[in-house]
């Protein structure tokens, strides 16, 4: 009599697993990469050494491949912008972190935002979670300043990733010069009014 064994059927479901997300992961990298037209099954399936067939297997439909990956990134970018709130030194290193991470890939989905209705979504999304870290991470200062709303518009402003292109890409400034523009920035935004 023949009988599966426990430790099979784990390597088995660890296998399924690891493949999956490495589909998850290439969808992820060439979204980042590339415009939405200029991505096709083949080319995900390529990029995670597998072949399309097994891409459907795994996700039904090319929606499905989708679905799963807006997740997969959505989640890694919460993670990625966890600060302790009121720490603005720790706030500019981890947005700087996570720009330099994701900040291209983040310009590219919203170059396409206005014609593609995938990253329109993805953009949207993003640019809710953003505010929601700032609004979070600056709390105390927020909750101190005679506006908060104001303060809370302007300091999306001098963290969001045009701020970061501006320094980085455009003007060329290193990744600790970026930042400490950005600490500028932000420092001078929550300083007390002068009189």
């Known amino acids: 009599m023949h009988t599966t064994h426990p430790y099979t059927m784990t390597t088995r479901a660890a296998a399924v697993e690891r493949t999956r997300a490495r589909i998850i992961d290439s969808c992820v990298a060439l979204h980042g990469e590339r415009r939405v037209t200029d991505i096709a099954l083949d080319d995900i399936a390529a990029r995670a050494d597998v072949s399309v067939q097994t891409v459907l297997r795994h996700f039904g439909t090319r929606q499905g491949l989708v679905e799963a990956s807006f997740e997969r990134a959505q989640q890694a970018v919460a993670d990625e912008r966890r600060t302790p709130v009121g720490d603005v030194r720790g706030a500019i290193r981890v947005i700087v972190d996570h720009y330099q991470r994701r900040g291209d890939q983040a310009l590219l989905m919203l170059a396409q935002e206005d014609h593609e209705e995938l990253m329109a ?35 999306v402003v001098a963290t969001d990733v045009y701020a970061w292109k501006l320094l980085r890409r455009d003007r060329h400034l290193g990744r600790g010069a970026t930042e400490r523009r950005m600490h500028h920035l932000v420092a001078r935004l929550l300083a007390p009014p002068t009189t």
């Open 121 to 155: 979504r993805i953009t949207t999304l993003g640019k809710a979670i953003h505010r929601a870290w700032v609004e979070e991470v600056f709390a105390p200062y927020l909750a101190a300043s005679d506006d908060g709303e104001q303060l809370a518009d302007l300091l």
